[in-house]
């Protein structure tokens, strides 16, 4: 059976909300260390990087010295299935890699159905390119510029390894980012179209489907993609993440894990612990392990 066929088994694979029944407490607790960290940290908060709604940026400094050529640098794309969420809930992410000696970028973008995914896939290069034209102006090094993104956001993550950044910047190299970890990630998102919640605000059509797939792309040239998803996930979003290893291949995608015992919001917390999985994954990205 093509899981098009079938709208009802669809929605029960992608509503991750309704499969995980606490995850009202799982944000609640993001919200709570966001807000402590907002409040305690020296943070520069809602720097703008763009005009328009969506476009602003937090930046966290490192609080472990860095090299003398700057700190890496880690921009987080937060999730939200590109229609919910905001940076302000995601601010937790950054103490643990701060202390490991990292500068983390983590900016927001404009929503669905108010905009497309393409247009907030723009907005999350226009944020890249600004952390790469800024990032010594905080202490880091744009050489050593790499991403992570949740969800809808470890999507944008995969995408900004393909994008045409001379096209956005002619200042900038032609692959200024040297690698992303995407976590939960969606590379095909064809089966979105035939999700009833999902599609009422994403208003995916064929065309967009193949320009916002990495899926469908050539591997892209350089900047390498690690890619892991919880283990206690959809069937869906378990083909989600070996699908990007399967099309690009072992050299482009190194890493393809599953992290266990945990679902699709949990899994965050392999990031943020300094013992878990994800967090030695993003190290490593950075150059830090």
């Known amino acids: 059976?093509?899981?098009?066929?079938?709208?009802?088994?669809?929605?029960?694979?992608?509503?991750?909300?309704?499969?995980?029944?606490?995850?009202?407490?799982?944000?609640?607790?993001?919200?709570?260390?966001?807000?402590?960290?907002?409040?305690?940290?020296?943070a520069q908060l809602d720097i703008r990087f763009a005009p328009g709604q969506g476009g602003l940026l937090d930046v966290f400094p490192p609080s472990a010295p860095a090299p003398a050529g700057g700190a890496?640098?880690?921009?987080?794309?937060?999730?939200?299935?590109?229609?919910?969420?905001?940076?302000?809930?995601?601010?937790?992410?950054?103490?643990?890699?701060?202390?490991a000696g990292a500068l983390v970028v983590v900016p927001n973008y404009a929503l669905c159905p108010a905009v497309t995914v393409e247009d907030i896939t723009l907005q999350v290069a226009a944020a890249v390119a600004w952390t790469w034209r800024h990032a010594r102006d905080f202490g880091g090094d744009p050489a050593r510029l790499a991403l992570v993104g949740h969800s809808a956001g470890g999507h944008l993550a995969t995408m900004m390894l393909s994008c045409r950044w001379k096209e956005i910047d002619p200042a900038m190299p032609?692959?200024?980012?040297?690698?992303?970890?995407?976590?939960?990630?969606?590379?095909?998102?064809?089966?979105?179209?035939?999700?009833?919640s999902v599609q009422a605000d994403l208003r995916l059509t064929p065309a967009s489907v193949a320009r916002l797939s990495p899926a469908f792309f050539p591997r892209p040239q350089g900047g390498r993609l690690q890619a892991a998803v919880g283990a206690d996930e959809s069937d869906e979003f378990?083909?989600?993440n070996l699908l990007i290893r399967d099309v690009w291949g072992p050299t482009a995608v190194p890493v393809c894990e599953t992290v266990p015992g945990k679902n699709h919001f949990t899994v965050l917390e392999s990031l943020v612990d300094p013992a878990g999985r994800l967090h030695t994954l993003a190290l490593r990205l950075l150059g830090l392990r």
């Open 1 to 42: 059976m093509k899981p098009k066929a079938d709208p009802a088994w669809l929605e029960a694979q992608y509503n991750n909300r309704a499969r995980v029944p606490d995850h009202a407490r799982v944000f609640m607790r993001w919200e709570e260390a966001s807000a402590l960290v907002r409040r305690t940290s020296p």
């Open 72 to 99: 890496p640098v880690m921009v987080f794309i937060h999730g939200g299935y590109w229609r919910s969420l905001d940076k302000s809930q995601h601010s937790f992410v950054a103490p643990a890699f701060n202390a």
């Open 174 to 196: 032609a692959q200024p980012v040297t690698g992303a970890l995407s976590i939960s990630g969606l590379y095909d998102l064809e089966p979105l179209r035939h999700v009833p």
């Open 238 to 240: 378990l083909r989600q």
